[in-house]
C-alpha cells in the first residue's frame, strides 16, 4: 500500500467522503503521475496527494461548500478543487472553466479514468461564460487572481446568496482591502477567512468566503480581460 493511498484513505474517514471514492482519486493521482501533459508541476503522488487532494478537501470544514448544489470552478487547471470537490458532492454538480484549451483537454481525460459523471469541462473565461451567470451557488478559485479580480469573476456567476471562495496562502492586507472594496461595488460582502490547519506545504493557507447579498451592478461581467487590466477596488 502506497503512502498517497494510506493518506487518501485518511483523508476520506476524517471528511466522511462517499463510498468508492479513494480507488478513483488513486486512479486520479496515477493519471497525474503518468500523463506528461498534466497541467502541474506537482505530479508524484506522494506529493499531489497533499498539495491538489488534501488542499482541496480543507474546503469542506466550510458550510457554503457543503451545502452547494452547483459549483463553478474557475481556471480549474488540473482539476483542483473542483474535481475533487465533485467526487466528495456527488450532488452537486462542478464545472471546471479554464480558458487554456489544453488544460480543458487533460481535465476531460481526468473525468472519464475518475469515472465522475457531475463534473463537465467548460473552455472558456469566466467573463466570456453566459451559460453560468447566475446559476451558481458557489465559485471557487484556487491561485487564480487577487480577490479584487475574483470578485469581479465570481459576482456575475453566483445565485443571490451564493458564495466564492478563494484559496489563499498567507494573508495581504493591501489585497483584503482591495477585495473588500470590489465586493462592495459587486453586490457582495467578505465574511470571515479561515485558517486551514498546517501541514507540511501548506503551513499558512486561508480560505476566503464573499457571499452575493446585492444583484450584480448593470454592465458586469466586462469584457475579458478587464478585470485584470483594470481592476475595482482601493486601487483600482
Known sequence: MTDAHSRLEALAEHWELPPGVVPRLDALLDLLAADPTAPTTVTDPARAVETHVADALDALALREVRE????ADLGAGAGFPGLVLALALPGATVAL???VGRKGAFMRRATEVV???NARVVVARAEAWPDGLGRHDLVT?????P???????AAPLLRPGGALVAWKGRRDPVEEADG?????????????????AARPGAEDHHLHVMTKVAPTPPGFPRRPGMARKRPLGRRG
Open 68 to 71: 452547494a448544489t452547483a459549483i
Open 97 to 99: 472553466v479554464e480558458s
Open 115 to 117: 469515472g465522475v459523471d
Open 141 to 145: 478559485a484556487r491561485a487564480l487572481a
Open 147 to 153: 480577490l479584487g479580480v475574483l470578485a469581479e469573476y
Open 180 to 196: 473588500a472594496a470590489a465586493a462592495a461595488q459587486l453586490g457582495l460582502e467578505p465574511g470571515a477567512v479561515h485558517r486551514v
